[in-house]
């Protein structure tokens, strides 16, 4: 994400950057025990508002945070890129496979499409979310789970979520749509308006 926020830092945006150890954490930990503490660090001036930009994962971990999050806490805006906001397929048909298990940690059993799954038990998106999805489907070797329309990883169709402010399709896959300038521009665009339409 390094430089989604160079360019937001181009943009006049002050920017922290929050990780956590995706393949060792399930995402309840991942809130607490990562993004919880390193929100309590930030120095927020007073009558400013936090914005959130995620990827992939990071999406589910931003919606289970603010699913729950103060309500005094000063949320601004969210875009999600390439967000399984209403699970994996991939995750379906092989969250029994070891080495799924082992790439993905324990998150391998909560990113299902079923109804009891992470994704789908956190409710709408939280006010002012926008999602950014890719339509490039450049990794092949999971056509066959996910159609033709997909980034590769996520189908287009999952990564809408309900609530959702905005939507919009650019040419990327799963992978690259994190360094893709169309990208980058949209994703200021929401933060600063509400929406991806140029003005």
Known sequence: ??????????????VASIGYPSRCVSITEAVE?????????LEIEENSRVHFVTHSLGGIVFRAWAARRDPAFPFG????????????QIIDEL??????RWLLGPVSAELGTDAESTPNRLGPLPPET?????????LPIFR???GAESDGVVTITSSHGDGESDFILLPANHATIILHPAVFR????????????EA
């Open 1 to 14: 994400m390094w430089m989604v926020g160079l360019w937001l830092r181009f943009c006049g945006f002050r």
């Open 33 to 41: 025990q990562h993004l919880v503490p390193a929100l309590a660090k």
């Open 77 to 88: 805006r969210a875009v999600l890129l390439a967000p399984p906001n209403q699970g994996s």
């Open 95 to 100: 969250r029994q496979s070891r080495w799924v």
């Open 130 to 138: 926008g999602v950014i999805m890719g339509n490039k489907d450049t």
């Open 144 to 146: 066959h789970l996910l």
């Open 186 to 197: 949209a994703v200021s665009r929401f933060l600063r308006t509400g929406g991806f339409a």
